[in-house]
């Protein structure tokens, strides 16, 4: 049995000299680092077998009195956080192919530092219906899911001046 860390498949086969795997790979995490002004982007697949989403958070704080939190997947608006000054930390559950997302994010840096600082976004899926929200109970067996560990999206989010 071996644990492979990274996506090097191809090459640690080669060096261990070990055939083909029984179990396919699975990713479980994922940390990123992503800059811009107001909008940043990043690609991810948060199941096994699902397709590969676009995720776009936007939130302008320059010049503005009342800065607000967009979370768009695949150009959809999934989440808003109004008065961000005040609820500069927390999380929300979304739902992404039938699949519960929960969504953590702490945008103090950018809100209340004064040197360059970057926001922290975490995108965990959810794997049994007890750690999601109970309206969202009906819609997680509407689609088949697959079983095993969930997935965490680690994002932070560098604003460029």
């Known amino acids: 049995m071996v644990l492979l860390l990274g996506d090097m498949r191809k090459e640690a086969y ?12 699975l990713l479980v995490a994922r ?7 107001k909008v940043y982007s ?25 800065p607000c939190l967009e979370i768009r997947i695949d150009t959809r608006l999934v989440m808003r956080v109004k ?12 739902l992404v192919d039938a699949l519960p997302v929960e969504v953590y994010w702490d945008v103090h840096g950018w809100l209340f530092s004064s040197t360059m600082s970057n926001a922290v976004f975490m995108f965990q899926t959810c794997q ?16 088949p899911q697959e079983q095993g560990p969930g997935f965490s999206l680690i994002l932070h989010a560098w604003k460029v001046e």
């Open 128 to 143: 049994s219906p007890e750690k999601s929200m109970p309206w969202l109970y009906s819609q997680i067996f509407k689609a």
């Open 14 to 25: 080669q060096k261990t000299g070990a055939g083909r795997p029984v179990m396919d790979t």
């Open 31 to 37: 940390r990123e680092h992503i800059a811009g002004k």
């Open 83 to 94: 008065r961000l000054a005040w609820k500069f930390r927390g999380n929300q559950t979304i």
């Open 42 to 66: 990043a690609g991810a697949q948060f199941s096994g077998s699902g397709k590969c989403h676009e995720i776009a958070i936007e939130c302008d704080t320059a010049g503005v009195k009342d």
